[in-house]
């Protein structure tokens, strides 16, 4: 019986171990255009030992961006992103998280902040990534001049945070639908301001092939993401 049970068991764990293999082959995989945007007029950008980007402009407005990641989701599918903000002026950094989970690079990524040479930093956080970018400010004494949030679950309350927030968010979502947001909302400062972007989906706010659990989008995902990056540009605009 013990026998038994034990295979049983290494046969489960066999068969989670392959079904976590086979969805990190699939999810958060950077389309091939992502590449496209590793350069461009305007700035540089390079790919450091741990797998993080770092895109840096040609004149600096002096201030620095980081771009969190979501779950599974490899940094070089927000090169369009990085590359739009880096051609504003702004440094962008863009951590690359062990197992590609943002939460896991938050201290990290705190300390390269405090490091840097630059001293004003914003934030743009993609679902976890959005939650990575409240609990650094939160909880790592970092003073982020504003915040974006895109299509971002908050299960934990930051309702004290005191930094201004852009929150944007699809109604196509399919990892954040509106009983969801609507959640999110409860545990953000009252002053956050909201935008829905009609048609939007979870997956088409970076450059990746795939997202389990999410819905078609009925717009185009470059539409989607210049959309979040020209909002984002403006909201950090005012609060420089």
């Known amino acids: 019986m013990v026998k038994t049970l034990s295979l049983?068991?290494?046969?489960?764990?066999s068969c989670c171990i392959i079904l976590l293999f086979v969805w990190y082959q699939i999810d958060g995989i950077p389309a091939d255009s992502s590449e496209n945007y590793m350069s461009g007029d305007g700035f540089t950008a390079i790919k450091e030992n741990d797998g993080s980007l770092l895109f840096t402009p040609v004149t600096s407005n002096g201030y620095g961006i980081v771009i969190m990641h979501g779950a599974l989701i490899l940094p070089k599918s927000y090169t369009k992103s990085a590359a739009y903000f880096a051609q504003l002026g702004y440094t962008v950094y863009v951590p690359n998280g062990l197992a590609r989970m943002s939460i896991a690079i938050i201290a990290d990524t705190a300390e390269k902040?405090?490091?840097?040479?630059?001293?004003?930093?914003?934030?743009?956080?993609h679902s976890m990534g959005g939650m990575a970018s409240l609990e650094i400010v939160s909880n790592h004494h970092i003073e982020a001049k504003a915040i974006?949030?895109?299509?971002t679950s908050i299960p934990i309350d930051y309702s004290d945070i005191e930094a201004p927030i852009l929150f944007?968010?699809?109604?196509?979502?399919?990892?954040?639908?509106?009983?969801?947001?609507?959640?999110a909302k409860d545990n953000l400062p009252p002053s956050v301001d909201?935008?829905?972007?009609?048609?939007?989906?979870?997956k088409n706010f970076a450059l990746y092939t795939h997202q389990f659990f999410d819905n078609e989008a009925t717009i185009d995902w470059m539409e989607q993401i210049?959309?979040?990056n020209e909002m984002t540009a403006n909201f950090f605009s005012d609060h420089l």
């Open 8 to 13: 049983l068991f290494l046969g489960l764990l």
């Open 148 to 151: 974006a949030l895109w299509a």
């Open 226 to 228: 210049d959309f979040a």
């Open 168 to 183: 944007i968010w699809g109604d196509n979502d399919g990892l954040l639908p509106e009983e969801r947001f609507r959640h």
């Open 194 to 202: 909201y935008v829905t972007l009609k048609g939007a989906n979870h």
């Open 113 to 125: 902040i405090n490091n840097s040479t630059i001293e004003e930093w914003f934030f743009v956080g």
